[in-house]
Nanobody, 121 residues
Framework: QVQLVESGGGLVQPGGSLRLSCAASGMIFSINAMGWYRQAPGKQRELVARITSGGSTNYADFVKGRFTISRDNAKNTVYLQMNSLKPEDTAVYYC???????????????WGRGTQVTVSS
C-alpha cells in the first residue's frame, strides 16, 4: 500500500561523494517527516538526518557539515547528499517516513529496504 524505495548506494573511495534518493509511493495522503538512518555491521541502527514537511532539518553530529538532506514534496522523495565520505560511513542506509495513508487516514512509520554504502580505497 505504501512503499519506500532507496537508490544511489554503492562503493566510493574515502573523500568521495554519493547521493541517495528515496521515493515514496502508494496510497499516500500526506508525508510528514522523512529521514535517513544507517546500520553498520554489529551496530544498532542510528539516525543520520531528518527533515520535516516544512523543511526543518536535524543531523547527527557525525555527519554535520558533510551530509545534506533535502526533499521534493511534489515527488514524495527525500535525498541525502553525502560528501567527504569516510570508511566509518560504511553501512546500510535506510529511508524512513511518517506517512498518513488515504482513506482511512492512518498515520504510520514506514521503512525502505536499505541501500549499501561502502567507503573504501
Amino acid at each position: 500500500q505504501v512503499q519506500l524505495v532507496e537508490s544511489g548506494g554503492g562503493l566510493v573511495q574515502p573523500g568521495g561523494s554519493l547521493r541517495l534518493s528515496c521515493a515514496a509511493s502508494g496510497m499516500i495522503f500526506s508525508i510528514n517527516a522523512m529521514g535517513w538512518y544507517r546500520q553498520a555491521p554489529g551496530k544498532q541502527r542510528e539516525l543520520v538526518a531528518r527533515i520535516t514537511s516544512g523543511g526543518s532539518t536535524n543531523y547527527a553530529d557525525f555527519v554535520k557539515g558533510r551530509f545534506t538532506i533535502s526533499r521534493d514534496n511534489a515527488k514524495n522523495t527525500v535525498y541525502l547528499q553525502m560528501n567527504s565520505l569516510k570508511p566509518e560511513d560504511t553501512a546500510v542506509y535506510y529511508c524512513n517516513a511518517d506517512i498518513t495513508t488515504r482513506l482511512p487516514h492512518v498515520a504510520d512509520d514506514y521503512w525502505g529496504r536499505g541501500t549499501q554504502v561502502t567507503v573504501s580505497s
